[in-house]
């Protein structure tokens, strides 16, 4: 079911595994990104959704400004977020990529309340997701 769509980011909901799958589409701006990331965090908050999946893979490199509101404004809602596991698939884009490792270590720094693992390909990040729901628990990717 589609929950949102722009010409640049896209939202479905797969209710047989209960999974949100954020999808970028390409450039955007720095106010759509910024919405589109907060809408995220409100569907699935408000959907209880445990498992989601934000696909990067034509988002290219955010601004420094837009890093640091992902980080200081984003970060917070992402961790209240009602998930039991979250997959990221990287950027085709390789100063996005760096981005999101950025991303990936504050992990280190305060742990996730839930699961979150890197993958290459939609089809990988949604496996390990479903593998969740099915009570397999393979070690993240």
């Not at 290219?60 to 404004?73: G, H, K, M, P, Y």
């Not at 698939?89 to 999101?100: E, G």
Request: aromatic share 16%; net charge negative; hydrophobic share 45%.
């Amino acid at each position: 079911m589609v929950l949102a769509s722009t010409p640049f980011h896209h939202i479905e909901y797969y209710a047989a595994h209960n999974v949100i799958v954020s999808q970028w589409y390409g450039r955007c701006t720095s106010q759509e990104y910024r919405n589109t990331l907060l809408q995220f965090l409100h569907l699935v908050d408000e959907m209880h959704t445990p498992y989601a999946i934000a696909d990067r893979r034509l988002l290219a490199a955010i601004s420094l400004e837009d890093a640091r509101w992902t980080l200081q404004e984003f970060l917070e809602g992402f961790r209240r977020l009602p998930l039991k596991r979250f997959a990221f698939i990287n950027s085709f884009d390789p100063v996005a990529q760096k981005q999101l490792q950025y991303f990936m270590n504050t992990n280190k720094i305060e742990p996730f309340p839930f699961e979150v693992a890197v993958f290459e390909d939609l089809t990988s990040a949604y496996e390990w997701l479903v593998a969740a729901t099915e009570g397999n628990h393979f070690p993240a990717a």
